[in-house]
């Protein structure tokens, strides 16, 4: 494999992930993480390990309503970072959050998700 298919595949498994958030489908999304999954969604405490963010995800919200725009990707070696806005319903609420996420990908699952957002945007949008 070469290194631009090895991205291209990187990259294939982050789509698939972005896309998996629209509904959401969770166990789309979960099937994509890895074992050894470290997640750190900035600005709030890193987890670490499948069963924690899985944990996370199910409760976080709950979301009635996610859908991820990606407006731009790229990749290099395992890692693909993405540009988006994070559409989702909670609580009846509308929440658009503009972010940058960073996704390290190996053997075909994420192995480590950061995502960088402005917290008070978020909270803005909850009250």
């Known amino acids: 494999m070469t290194q631009h298919q090895g991205e291209e595949t990187r990259e294939t498994v ?6 998996a958030w629209t509904g959401p489908d969770l166990d789309r999304v979960c099937a994509l993480l890895g074992e050894d999954i470290h997640y750190h969604n900035i600005p709030m405490e890193p987890l670490s390990g499948k ?10 919200g709950p979301f009635e309503e996610s859908e991820w725009e990606l407006r731009h990707i790229a990749s290099s070696g395992e890692y693909v970072l993405t540009e988006r ?3 989702m319903v909670v609580g009846g609420k509308r929440i658009a959050l503009p972010l940058m996420g960073i996704f390290q990908v190996s053997g075909g699952l994420i192995r480590e998700w950061r995502d960088y957002f402005d917290l008070a945007m978020y ?3 909850m009250t």
């Not at 982050?14 to 896309?19: G, H, K, L």
């Not at 069963?51 to 976080?60: D, G």
């Open 14 to 19: 982050v789509r698939a992930f972005i896309d």
């Open 51 to 60: 069963p924690a963010v899985e944990a996370y995800l199910r409760t976080a």
């Open 85 to 87: 806005v994070d559409r």
């Open 123 to 125: 909270r803005s949008q």
